[in-house]
């Protein structure tokens, strides 16, 4: 897949796991376009590391990914900038209410959990084609660990992520006969402003002192893997949920801890 000029859109673009997604494919060659929504974004940096990543700079807009509306605005500003496609889109916004109590379970938060994490990779595919009249060649979903097994306070995220995780599957179904390729990577931890924000400073301090520190990832082998599925040599692989944690998912139990403490002694 030679990128020179294709349009990527990524949503949360301007940190973390989004800005070195974006950073990969401007390495070869796309016109990206990043959106933020909550918080600020330190746009100097964002330019100057994309000056250094590739030829082309980013088009930087603020849109609220919850937004259908503003998600076809974006779309929209796209096509009037003189694109006729969109190559890759690659929603990875997530917004959950974290759950400390069964009190706390109540339809509201769970709905606009679901809205914001796991809606936005269906509706971009459908402003998509509404706009440009054809679906991108590529979507991706960014899920977690914790679609599949529990992390501290994390219902409604891991629901909002199991729902996007299913509608892959029968979205790759449903268009099997188009021009798509729709897949999840469910990343492992990363130590980023969103871990802390989310489990507080604490939790990564307490896993690196009981040596899990290795357990973390680079964001930018995440955003390796996701261009890998949008290189044109995976183009056989749809509808899956591709795992991305170094293996950690297998082997992070009491046994491995047990095991190490024997080989200490």
């Not at 990363?190 to 899990?212: H, I, N, R, W, Y």
Request: include cysteine; hydrophobic fraction near 40%; proline fraction near 3%.
């Amino acid at each position: 897949m030679n990128y020179t000029k294709k349009v990527v859109v990524v949503t949360g673009g301007t940190k973390g796991i989004g800005l070195e997604t974006a950073l990969v494919f401007a390495s070869h060659g796309a016109k990206c376009y990043i959106t933020y929504s909550l918080g600020s974004a330190d746009l100097v940096d964002v330019n100057r590391r994309f000056a250094q990543a590739g030829p082309l700079p980013p088009t930087i807009v603020r849109c609220d990914a919850r937004s259908e509306e503003e998600t076809l605005a974006l779309f929209e500003q796209i096509k009037e900038d003189g694109n006729d496609s969109v190559t890759a889109w690659i929603p990875n916004v997530s917004q959950a209410q974290l759950i400390s109590s069964f009190s706390e379970y109540k339809k509201k938060p769970l709905f606009q959990s679901i809205e914001a994490s796991a809606w936005p990779l269906v509706s971009g595919i459908n402003a998509i084609k509404d706009v440009f009249g054809r679906y991108p060649k590529y979507a991706i979903g960014l899920s977690s660990v914790g679609a599949e097994r529990y992390v501290h306070n994390y219902d409604f995220m891991a629901a909002s992520k199991n729902v996007m995780e299913i509608l892959c599957k029968y979205v790759n179904y449903r268009l099997y006969d188009e021009d798509i390729r729709v897949n999840v990577v469910r990343a492992g931890m990363v130590e980023s402003e969103s871990l802390e924000l989310t489990f507080g400073k604490k939790f990564v301090e307490q896993a690196k002192t009981l040596g899990m520190a290795d357990h973390f990832l680079d964001p930018h082998c995440i955003a390796k893997a996701i261009f890998g599925l949008c290189s044109g040599y995976m183009d056989g692989i749809s509808g899956e949920i591709i795992r991305v944690d170094k293996g950690v998912s297998f082997f992070d139990t009491f046994m491995k801890m047990y095991t190490e403490e024997i080989k200490a002694m």
